[in-house]
């Protein structure tokens, strides 16, 4: 029976492109006709409970299939495999357009009364269950010059991954409009990219924040190593904890950070901010985004790959920010960047498969790699994209047209 089902759900779905699926009792269908543009892919499924954990839930069930080696591809890759599956219904496909159906309501709604309250005790948690797996498997995927784990910028196609994630941290700290000797707060700061470069390019000091031990090591080291530890400070701390004491800084900036804030918190990360804020402060918010109305975390981003995590559609973290008095000043949609990061990422950790597997195991490597071509496909056909937006608490505190962003970020890059 569940056989039979799946044959119609993929008959169903996969319409542009061929996937042939092999059962486990050898029986072959294939599903599709090849077309321009979209893989073919052939699959093998080694037991005949495949089909039902698939059925149960498409994307857990494919997931952990794929991860404990009961389902097989044996032509193309799940970079491919996934976009298959969902370039044949992308989101912006066009069409008449209604309100979401009743079910989608209702499932969103169980969904966000499901999301737990990320305080800083599961806070802490979930970043190490992502961030603390180890620096030297990070080293691997990311760019070596200024490990950036977030979407870089790509202004031309022919960028390498470490050119574009300099065009990144450029772009943000253009939009800050820093004046040397400011004080900055970065939020989230990672393994220290950020911190150094604006230390280094912007004459600013830095303190940087982080819940990863692993991160705060390093970025301790790279600062060091950079020549900049005068000008930079890193923290173990959580955001929640910084109102509390006297300092306020002239910038923020939180890159990659937002969306583990969890939907429950939104309002206080903003009511944060803008306490940590001086009365002509910018801040720069970089966040993966949803395109369309809020959402749900599918389920398993939330087991394997980000925990308490929630990725905020623009509305409602806007709606937020609103009741703190923080002005939008700036809102930019990044549509396909971080798609062009992902796939960078992906080729890195194909190049370094050996050594990842000899760090954590084969069925890591398998988990890693679905989950970032899901997220490649994502942002490639389904409604997930960056957003930077730029807070202030004074319509004073910017120039009234964009145009200083672009000279400040040539200069950056230029210096």
């Known amino acids: 029976m569940s056989k039979r089902l799946l044959g119609k759900f993929l008959e169903r779905i996969v319409t542009r492109g061929r996937i042939e699926v092999v059962f486990a009792d050898g029986d072959t269908a294939a599903f599709g006709a090849p077309a321009l543009g979209f893989p073919e892919i052939t699959i093998r499924l080694t037991d005949a409970r495949v089909p039902r954990d698939i059925l149960l839930d498409p994307r857990l069930g494919t997931a952990e299939a794929f991860m404990d080696g009961r389902l097989r591809i044996e032509r193309g890759d799940v970079m491919q495999l996934v976009e298959l599956l969902r370039a044949n219904a992308p989101w912006d496909r066009g069409g008449s357009i209604g309100g979401p159906s009743r079910l989608r309501r209702l499932r969103n709604r169980i969904g966000f009364a499901r999301e737990a309250v990320n305080n800083a005790i599961g806070a802490r948690r979930n970043v190490a269950h992502h961030y603390d797996i180890g620096n030297d498997f990070y080293r691997l ?26 065009a990144k941290l450029a772009h943000i700290a253009a939009k800050l409009a820093l004046e040397p000797g400011q004080r900055v707060l970065d939020i989230g700061c990672g393994w220290g990219g950020m911190a150094i470069f604006l230390a280094q390019r912007a004459g600013v000091s830095v303190h940087g924040i982080t819940l990863s ?157 679905f989950y970032l071509a899901g997220a490649t496909a994502a942002f490639e056909h389904g409604g997930m994209c960056n957003y930077q937006i730029q807070f202030t608490r004074s319509r004073h505190a910017l120039p009234i047209t964009r145009g200083y962003i672009e000279a400040r970020e040539a200069s950056l890059l230029e210096s």
């Open 141 to 166: 995927m990311l760019d070596a010059e200024h490990m950036q784990y977030s979407c870089a910028y790509w202004p031309r196609d022919d960028m390498s991954l470490a050119e574009a994630q300099e």
């Open 213 to 369: 031990e692993e991160q705060l090591a390093l970025a301790r080291e790279r600062a060091e190593a950079a020549g900049v530890a005068d000008k930079v400070s890193f923290e173990l701390v959580d955001y929640r904890e910084l109102p509390g004491r006297d300092t306020r800084y002239d910038r923020i900036v939180s890159v990659g950070m937002f969306e583990h804030v969890g939907r429950p918190q939104f309002e206080t990360f903003f009511r944060c901010c803008a306490n940590l804020m001086k009365p002509d402060g910018v801040m720069l918010l970089h966040t993966i985004g949803r395109i369309g109305t809020p959402g749900t975390t599918d389920a398993f981003t939330r087991k394997y790959i980000f925990p308490g995590g929630y990725i905020p559609a623009l509305s409602e973290t806007l709606a937020a920010s609103e009741k703190y008095r923080l002005i939008a000043s700036d809102i930019e949609m990044l549509r396909l960047h971080y798609a062009h990061t992902l796939r960078a990422w992906y080729a890195n950790c194909l190049a370094h498969r050996e050594a990842i597997v000899r760090m954590h195991d084969e069925r890591f490597f398998r988990m890693w790699t």
